[in-house]
């Protein structure tokens, strides 16, 4: 449901309808991984501490919130400030619903089942994206950009509302955690201890490294509505060129399931493979 969103195919187009330029879209893009990155860190330590349901709502009404400004701001201003409440609502949900699942498997004795079931949920994600792209041309037809947006308002408030239907197991607590104690101090011990375990320890820096890269990667997929603009295609029809992307993305998050226990040599190739 988080990714059910018509707005993300056509944000961009969104946005240069409102007079922006490539470069202040560019800008926007950048304000809104700098968000992204800089929270990423102290929200996970958060979600060691808070009820991961409510971070997971909390960054789905962040993101609503953010869509709600740009709709009744469509400036650059109010673009910026749509970015940093979605930045920091992909922040929060970041690694939470990993945890959250890891939890609830150890809870139920299986956690060897985590890659497949995070798969899965992948799988699931990368169907409703599928799915938001194809809906996302008739609303563009039915009521510009914005009635895709205020349809990706609506979705966002269901989404939202969702996280309080999973388990709410308590997530695992290591002898560590206890001694540090609970409120700003326990959240504080949580972050340095984290940042630590990225520092010292090879395998933990080598992966936060790559998830970066990656990141800045895919971003070049938040342009692709812009290229279309010299394609003489209807507004309607642009989401029909990134359903490939799509069920790529499903295609692969499929694959992942799948890959558990890889040697780090055989990743490497098959996410260069990939790319």
Do not use: N
Not at 2 to 29: C, M, N, R, T, W
Not at 38 to 59: K, T
Not at 159 to 169: D, I, Q, S, V
Request: charged share 15%; proline share 5%.
């Amino acid at each position: 449901m988080d990714e059910l969103v018509p707005l993300y195919p056509v944000y961009a187009l969104l946005f240069s309808q409102a007079g922006l330029s490539g470069g202040h879209i560019s800008a926007l893009l950048a304000l809104w991984s700098i968000t992204a990155f800089g929270l990423e860190i102290p929200s996970g330590a958060l979600a060691d501490r808070v009820s991961r349901r409510h971070l997971l709502a909390a960054a789905a009404l962040l993101r609503t919130a953010g869509f709600v400004v740009w709709l009744v701001c469509p400036s650059f201003g109010g673009f910026a400030a749509g970015f940093v409440l979605w930045g920091a609502g992909g922040s929060f949900a970041s690694g939470t619903w990993e945890a959250l699942v890891y939890d609830e498997l150890v809870a139920l004795g299986v956690p060897e089942e985590y890659a497949k079931v995070v798969g899965r949920a992948e799988v699931a994600s990368a169907l409703a994206v599928i799915v938001a792209t194809a809906l996302a041309g008739p609303l563009v037809a039915a009521g510009g950009y914005e009635a895709a947006g205020w349809a990706s308002v609506a979705l966002g408030l269901v989404a939202a509302a969702l996280p309080f239907l999973l388990p709410a197991t308590a997530p695992a607590v290591s002898v560590e955690d206890e001694e540090e104690g609970g409120g700003v101090d326990g959240y504080v011990a949580t972050l340095r201890a984290g940042l630590r375990e990225a520092g010292r320890h090879g395998p933990v820096r080598r992966t936060v490294v790559v998830a970066a890269v990656l990141s800045g990667v895919t971003a070049v997929e938040e342009y692709v509505p812009l290229l279309t603009d010299g394609m003489a295609l209807a507004p309607a029809a642009v989401p029909l060129v990134l359903l490939l992307p799509a069920v790529t993305t499903a295609v692969g998050a499929e694959l992942a399931g799948r890959v558990d226990g890889l040697t780090p040599r055989r990743t490497a190739a098959l996410v260069a493979g990939g790319a």
